[in-house]
């Protein structure tokens, strides 16, 4: 459980930041950028909670919302060679396949495409498409991670998957693809 009695800390007053293992590194480290990015992603998702009538969506996304805090968990504690006794939060297989099972009955709703789709069309395919590229730019920056050390695999896993379900999610609510604007190469001469 979290207990935050005070908000500041005055710690971070010189650039650096603590990780989970208690380790300081600067607040531009290329871990901070990725944790920092699923948690701008994870305000873009309150956004479009507060903002828009989901219905049915409401409790899906909430759980994403709360899966999101478990990917900056696990990003904010690196992964320990020599793990001690202490078992860290981790994203879990499960939870990437729950992604998957609704891109897979959101997808059997829609046509294929022939086109790239610009983003937009609704507001809340809009906000969709906001998301998903917030999501992208986390997930390179976990890649930049994973090329320097060693990461959960699901992480970045599950960004990917993410990022898919919102497009998927962007196009059921452009009138499940009917209202998507799609690319018109050339066409903005």
Known sequence: MVYLSKIYTKTGDKGDTGLGNGKRVPKD??????YGSVDELNAVLGVLLATTNLGEWRAFLLGIQNDLFDVGADLCVP???????????RIRKEQVTKLESEIDNLNERLTPLNSF???????????????????????????????????????????NRLSD???????????????DVLWNPGAGV
């Open 165 to 179: 379900l919102l497009f998927v999610m962007a196009r059921i609510h452009n009138d499940e693809g009917k209202g």
């Open 79 to 89: 992964e320990d060679p020599n793990p001690s006794q202490r078992t860290c939060l």
């Open 29 to 34: 480290h290329i871990r901070v950028e990725a």
């Open 117 to 159: 789709v610009l983003p937009g069309g609704s507001p809340l395919a809009a906000w969709c498409h906001v998301a998903r590229t917030v999501c992208r730019r986390a997930e390179r920056l976990v890649v930049g991670l994973a090329r320097q050390e060693t990461i959960n695999e699901q992480v970045l896993i599950y960004l």
